[in-house]
T-cell receptor
């Protein structure tokens, strides 16, 4: 069965500090991974996909199949990065798919 | 605004009752996902519909059921409600497939069972 683990519930850093939000997954198939973000009083929204290999708002995430990880990183945190972050894994059963989320981590960036 | 509409925004009801949550996806999106969010469990996948057909089921209780109608809106029915069913219920519609899929979430329905 597929599983997404975000081991920490809260990460608090000062503005300008590096950030790494951890995500580990368990899945027997080829993983498709995503990070979603929920800013205060806003809807959950896609931040980035592993397939895109892009940087969004300064965040990057590299899929490491050996370590089954998809950690989200940003070299210099900004106050506006404060939000709830969810790692998600897409899994398939035949042609059917579902997106499984981790429990999320709250990132707090202090001035 | 993601374009996904959920009604009602808040629902307060009593144990043993039945409620229906409604979701209208973005125009043209064929997929609808339902999730339950609680403090201890995070976002739990309930069910996925694509163009009226059930595609995948997650941790959805037998007391819960869902359907997607020909106009693509979806309803989540919760019956014999228990205190533990109190949670935020999200729906999402999506565009793209496979690793390119992007979900658009509604603002959720906050269900309180008293």
């Amino acid at each position: 069965a597929q599983r997404v683990t975000q081991p920490e519930k809260l990460l608090s850093v000062f503005k300008g500090a590096p950030v790494e939000l951890k995500c580990n997954y368990s899945y027997s198939g080829s993983p498709e991974l995503f990070w979603y973000v929920q800013y205060s009083r806003q809807r959950l929204q896609l931040l980035l996909r592993h397939i895109s290999r892009e940087s969004i708002k300064g965040f990057t995430a590299d899929l490491n199949k050996g370590e089954t990880s998809f950690h989200l990183k940003k070299p210099f945190a900004q106050e506006e990065d404060s939000a709830m972050y969810y790692c998600a894994l897409k899994s398939y059963t035949g042609a059917n798919s579902k997106l499984t989320f981790g429990k999320g981590i709250t990132l707090s960036v202090r001035p | 605004d993601s374009g996904v509409t959920q009604t009602p925004k808040h629902l307060i009801t009593a144990t043993g009752q039945r409620v229906t949550l409604r979701c209208s996806p973005r125009s043209g999106d064929l997929s609808v996902y339902w999730y339950q969010q609680s403090l201890d469990q995070g976002l739990q996948f309930l069910i996925h519909y694509y163009n009226g057909e059930e595609r995948a089921k997650g941790n959805i209780l037998e007391r819960f059921s869902a359907q997607q109608f020909p106009d693509l809106h979806s309803e989540l029915n919760l019956s014999s409600l228990e205190l533990g069913d109190s949670a935020l219920y999200f729906c999402a519609s999506s565009v793209g497939t496979g690793p390119h899929e992007k979900l658009f979430f509604g603002s959720g329905t906050q269900l309180s069972v008293l």
